[in-house]
């Protein structure tokens, strides 16, 4: 009880950009979990500027290769793409 309630006053909540995804439901929200939470934790899509999402986006098809995942095909980036900049940091 204590710890909690240091926690709440030291704000030791989740950070934004590590903030749950509220969304488990959605069929885009389960797509994007079945691809991006293979090496880590899902990254919140508001961790980073739609501008920038389509580099990293790219990035994390250069460390699949490295790794033996397969590469995501061109709907598949974009769905995922549309799902991440419809919700980033603005
Ligand atoms: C094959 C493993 C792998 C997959 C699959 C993968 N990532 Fe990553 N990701 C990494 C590695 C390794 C790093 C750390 C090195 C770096 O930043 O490039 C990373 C780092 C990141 C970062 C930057 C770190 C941060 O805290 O902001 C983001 C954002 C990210 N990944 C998003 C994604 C998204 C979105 C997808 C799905 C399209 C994805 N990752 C799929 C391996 C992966």
């Given at each position: 009880?204590?710890?909690?309630?240091?926690?709440?006053?030291?704000?030791?909540m989740?950070?934004?950009?590590?903030?749950?995804v509220?969304?488990?439901?959605?069929?885009?929200?389960?797509?994007?979990?079945?691809?991006?939470?293979?090496?880590?934790?899902?990254?919140?899509?508001r961790?980073?500027?739609?501008?920038d999402w389509?580099?990293i986006?790219?990035?994390?098809?250069?460390?699949?290769?490295?790794?033996?995942?397969?590469?995501?095909?061109?709907?598949e980036?974009?769905?995922?793409?549309?799902?991440?900049?419809?919700?980033?940091?603005d």
């Open positions: 009880m204590l710890v909690q309630f240091i926690c709440l006053l030291a704000g030791c989740v950070r934004p950009g590590y903030a749950p509220n969304e488990e439901n959605s069929e885009e929200f389960k797509f994007y979990q079945s691809k991006c939470a293979l090496c880590h934790g899902l990254p919140h899509p961790r980073h500027y739609a501008e389509p580099f986006v790219e990035l994390m098809q250069s460390h699949s290769e490295e790794r033996g995942f397969p590469r995501l095909d061109n709907d980036k974009q769905r995922i793409l549309d799902y991440l900049q419809s919700r980033a940091r």
